[in-house]
Nanobody, 129 residues
């Protein structure tokens, strides 16, 4: 079993920055990739970014490209999401997720939440005008 704990959410003004963290733990934690998703009220869950645990390769959604950066610290079993130039439309609950095993189509196709095995509880990000 893998446990994921997100932190770093909060209230920020438009144009500001936040850094989310997701710490993974478990008896034998290992993963192929870790991703960030978000869900705004009344909307479906949306892919934000994913990172390969081994190579550090990343894929970001077009809506956040150039503003958000995903990174990881293997020694700490932690993945980060640095969010700059935040907009009110970035307001959502942000979730991290783990995919344990490689995906045949590759990192760039890990866009659906159903492809991930474990999820955190989420952290609220609110961006005011």
């Amino acid at each position: 079993q893998v446990q994921l704990v997100e932190s770093g959410g909060g209230l920020v003004q438009a144009g500001g920055s936040l850094r989310l963290s997701c710490a993974a733990s478990g008896r034998t934690f290992s993963s192929y990739a870790m991703g960030w998703f978000r869900q705004a009220p009344g909307k479906e869950r949306e892919f934000v970014a994913v990172i390969s645990w081994n190579t550090g390769n990343t894929v970001c959604a077009d809506s956040v490209k150039g503003r958000f950066t995903i990174s990881r610290d293997n020694a700490k079993n932690t993945v980060y999401l640095l969010m700059n130039s935040l907009k009110p439309e970035d307001t959502a609950v942000y979730y991290c997720a783990v995919r344990r095993y490689p995906y045949a189509l590759g990192l760039g196709y890990l866009l659906a939440g159903t492809l991930y095995d474990y999820w955190g509880q989420g952290t609220q990000v609110t961006v005011s005008e």
